[in-house]
């Protein structure tokens, strides 16, 4: 079957789920496809009452205890069915995807199927092997320090890549004994539903997994201010980030996680293997239309291989055109939405008044088809200092700066206000090193992009934000650590 042909067998969810049912709500939305610019379906929107049943709901499932209190095995079962059933309907949540946000289809499925079942299971597996502490104490007393989960967790996600942001927050929350209230992006609603079913499917008690669709402002600004959330974990750009501080600071001093933008440099030196660095390079900013928050939005080079590395890159870029995201060979797709696609044109249009010179791309393509492309564009002998060089644009927008030693090359990658993720190319081991301590991000990588496996934390620092997923570190956000001190009336 053709990804056209399975869109037809499908009719997404359109309601909240609150409390392990799908109801409407007074608020509604249309969800448009990218691809075509057509009202793909309308969709219940939750106010901030709704919020409240949600938040009600989660509350009292982690209270009686009927998934906080079950037993770990208990839960890594249920997390492992759950994965399995992502696996098992992985053409369904790639079609939700690529009709709600625009990415291909093909991507949708290799890539982010596969990395909401890995996140899945590998947190389901972790459940079971949290060891907590027993310090050395005095003979009279005995201290435990131990976990316990924290709460209600209110997630609130972007749209890029809907469900590996949603699984990285709510699979750990839950492999720690947490309520989980979701609230997907506006635009990326139906993905987040059905990927919550499955998990109902697989044995989630009712309430413990609530699905809030709704407008940011509305709908995660009542998440954020809400007294009974007991930690906020978020990912989206570093304005709404901000926001979720001060709903916390002006409502219970919930913990705040923060997953923020970035501007992110790959840096080449002489003794890289250009042909890899090249081509991961281009790969690392058109990938996903570029909305990617550890795109590789900047490429350094050094003087004396930029026009050869600019040509290999251009060649790259040229032979991405976006195409339907039902197509299975698209390279790209379309852009989430009119408003962001027009955003992004609005930011090429500064990049061509800043010195900056134009040499691939810069206009929308395939506007007969009603969505909303746009192609590889590169901006050559970009100023460290300029508009496009400086900004997040989340879109396939690569800014070009030469350099020409190492100590300017690590200057010009420290200056943003962002500090996610860099690379750096280079067969020298020393500089390779050198260049990582010097680095303010997150996330460094050596001659790849992009890699790394569950073990790892991604995050960032500067304004990219603080907060940790992946890895076990994630798992640590969802709990409050307890200390017990038992005095004994004889040390034994
Ligand atoms: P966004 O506008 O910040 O939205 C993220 C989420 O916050 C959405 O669910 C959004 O709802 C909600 N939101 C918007 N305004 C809000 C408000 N006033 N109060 C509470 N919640 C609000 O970001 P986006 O445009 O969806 O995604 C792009 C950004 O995410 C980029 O900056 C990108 O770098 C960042 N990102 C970071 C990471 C990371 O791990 N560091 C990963 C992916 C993306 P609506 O959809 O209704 O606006
Ligand atoms: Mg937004």
């Known amino acids: 079957m053709t990804w056209h042909e399975r869109a037809n067998t499908i009719t997404p969810r359109t309601g909240l789920l609150i409390d392990g049912r799908f109801r409407s709500a007074t608020e509604s939305f249309e ?24 938040v009600s709901s989660a509350r009292r499932a982690f209270e009686d205890g009927r998934w906080s209190k079950r037993a770990p095995s208990e839960r ?4 492992m069915a759950w994965a399995e059933l992502c696996r098992a309907h992985g053409d369904e949540l790639a079609l939700l995807m690529a009709l709600e946000m625009g990415k291909p289809a093909h991507e949708a499925k290799s890539i982010e199927v596969r990395a909401v079942a890995n996140t899945l299971a590998w947190f389901g597996e972790a459940c079971d092997k949290i060891l907590d502490e027993i310090p050395h104490t005095a003979r009279d007393a005995l201290a435990l320090v131990t ?9 609130v996600v972007p749209w890029n890549f809907p469900l590996t ?24 609603p139906l993905s ?14 009712e309430g413990v997994l609530n699905v809030v669709n709704g407008h940011g402002h509305i ?55 250009l042909d890899r660095a090249a081509s991961t390079a281009a790969w690392s900013i058109f990938f996903n239309q570029g909305e990617m928050c550890t795109a590789g939005s900047r490429l350094l080079v050094h003087e004396s291989i930029h026009d050869e590395v600019v040509a290999r890159v251009s060649t790259i870029a040229a032979a991405m055109q976006p195409q339907d995201p039902f197509s299975d060979d698209a390279p790209m797709g379309a852009m989430v939405s009119k408003e962001h696609l027009e955003r992004v044109e609005s930011m090429v249009t500064t990049g061509r008044g800043d010195r900056a010179e134009l040499i691939v791309g810069g206009e929308r393509v395939n506007q007969e ?35 020409s030693d190492d100590a300017e090359a690590l200057r010009i990658a420290n200056g943003t206000r962002y500090g996610l993720a860099s690379a750096i190319w280079t067969q020298n081991l020393d500089r390779a090193v050198a260049m990582s301590r ?55």
């Open 147 to 155: 976990r316990e989960p924290a709460g209600v967790v209110g997630a």
């Open 31 to 54: 969800v448009i496809a990218p691809r075509n610019g057509k009202l793909v379906t309308e969709i219940a929107f939750a106010n901030a009452d709704d919020v409240n049943e949600a």
């Open 438 to 492: 010097g680095l303010r991000v997150g996330m460094c990588w050596v001659n790849c992009y992009e890699e790394g496996d569950m073990t790892i934390p991604f995050g960032g620092v500067k304004e990219s934000g603080f907060g940790r997923d992946k890895s076990l570190h994630a798992l640590e956000k969802f709990f409050d650590l307890k200390s017990t001190w038992i005095q004994l009336s004889e040390p034994s």
């Open 219 to 273: 709908a995660g600004k009542a998440l954020g201010e809400h007294p009974d959330v007991d930690v906020l974990t978020f990912t989206g750009s570093t304005q709404v980030g901000r926001y979720f501080l001060e709903y916390a600071a002006q409502s219970n001093l919930k913990r705040v996680y923060l997953e923020l933008g970035g501007k992110s440099a790959n840096i080449i030196f002489p003794d890289a293997d």
């Open 76 to 79: 890594k079962a249920v997390l």
């Open 369 to 403: 088809s009603g969505g909303y492309y746009f192609p590889p564009t590169i901006f050559d002998h970009v100023a460290p200092e300029a508009y496009i060089a400086q900004e997040e644009i989340f879109g396939p927008v690569l800014s070009i700066t030469t350099f």
């Open 192 to 205: 987040a539903l059905r990927f919550a079913e499955l998990g109902l499917e697989a044995g989630l008690p």
């Open 165 to 188: 942001m949603a699984a990285w927050k709510v699979a750990p929350a839950l492999a720690a004994g947490c309520s989980v209230v979701l609230k997907p992006a506006e635009n990326s």
